[in-house]
């Protein structure tokens, strides 16, 4: 079953999802070459519990830290460690809290310095293919929109799209229904209705899409160690399309200037 939120439902995901959006942002500051990925992390378990809110990553099925980072050819679930970000490199990140009862999830994947031509290119389209899968979302769509969306403008680019991780379902849990995959034909799935909240998050590799997870039973790396990146939302579905509740104010004009047409 897919939950309905109410508005005071939806005021309490939205104060969640605009804290971690906020710190994200603060994070994406503060990534840059000789800074290691465990400052990071400890920086942001600060801030999340000066709001007054949890991680709610840490904990969740043993996972030791707050923030997911996860470097050059890591696709996702990266621990932060003292390895130190060079010139060059693209980091993921990846967050979630928990304030008042309900969850918020998101993530962005940063250039380090100066990045290569092909890493800035696999960047924007990968946050492209965010924005389309987001505009897929409004009532009466299906959960398939999404994905299909997200596929559909991924390998227009010769990139590739990950199938082992997918996007979820998020509100008084980190993880519920439905299940949102990144790729996969359109029209199938249950639709979607006015407070249903979504994690999309769609991962790209510059190459094949094969992953594995590394030793530490958490890294998932490309198998052909090209680049990937990863950025997610969370969204509700409105009366009339969507609402993004971990974008700031001060990022919509950009993702409106990406994606005109994506009514933000
Ligand atoms: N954004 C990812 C997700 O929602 C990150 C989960 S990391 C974990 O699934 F540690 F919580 F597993
Ligand atoms: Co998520």
Redesign the pocket.
Known sequence: MIVCRSKAEIDRLRRVNQLVGRILADLRGRAAPGVTTQELDAYAEAQVRAAGAEP???G??G?PATV?VSVNEQV??GIPSARTLVDGDILSI?M?AKLDGFFG?C?VTVPIGRVSPEAETLLKVTQEALFMGIDAVKPGARVSDIGAAVQRHVEAHGFSVVRE?V??G?GSA??EEPQIANYGPGGRGPRLSEGMVL?I?PMVNFGDPAVKVLGDG?TAVTRDGSLSAHF?HTVVVTGDGREILTLLEQDADKARELLPHAHL
């Open positions: 709610a990553f840490k969740y099925h996972y997911c996702v679930h990846d979630g999830d993530a991780f996007g979820h998020i980190l993880h994690a998050e958490w997610e």
